[in-house]
């Protein structure tokens, strides 16, 4: 599967160069043949103090090297297990959202897979989290940052999917979770 165009576009406009010279510097980086890590390496000191946030611009533009390449698909991690992501605006403080959200954890189970241990919340500055071990394996992290006067994203992410046929199933189990919210 190829990179979504937006993404390389992204990447283009805040690296400031185009999708073509990147993907030069990183086949002379070693290209196919390299680690997600050596391509990253090679490339982030090409950026630093040029780009803001360069460490997250370069990560993304090996990504998607490494997905135009056949290498991974999108939502995949370079250890071969998938990524989620679903997101919602709701009302109500960061904390209140998060206290919601907990409130639909059924009988310690989360999307029908039973949690691995105790949940786990904290806080920073900016987000406030709730998070957990499944018993599959996998795991999943609510977070809720202020988006603006009185409404809050919510953010929920399950990682360490074993397929994409899993993460899928774990996206529409994620809806069905934002949508009782």
Not at 119 to 145: C, I, P, V
Request: charged content about 30%.
């Amino acid at each position: 599967m190829a990179t979504k165009a937006m993404n390389v576009q992204a990447i283009e406009k805040a690296l400031g160069e185009p999708w073509a010279d990147t993907r030069a510097r990183l086949e002379a980086a070693g290209g196919a043949s390299a680690s997600h890590k050596e391509l990253a390496d090679a490339l982030y000191p090409q950026f630093d103090g040029v780009v803001e946030k360069h460490g997250w611009w370069v990560q993304g533009a090996v990504v998607a090297y490494e997905q135009e390449i056949g290498r991974r698909v999108p939502g995949q991690r370079a250890d071969g297990t998938f990524d989620v992501a679903v997101s919602r605006t709701l009302t109500g403080t960061r904390d209140d959202v998060i206290t919601r959200f907990a409130f639909l954890i059924d009988e310690g189970t989360l999307a029908g897979v039973a949690l691995d241990g105790e949940a786990r919340t904290s806080t920073t500055e900016k987000r406030s989290f709730w998070r957990a071990n499944l018993e599959d394996g996998t795991k999943f992290e609510a977070a809720a940052e202020p988006k603006d006067e009185g409404r809050t994203m919510l953010v929920l992410t399950a990682s360490k999917l074993p397929s994409t046929e899993a993460l899928e199933e774990r996206r529409a189990a994620l809806k069905e979770l934002l949508g009782q919210l």
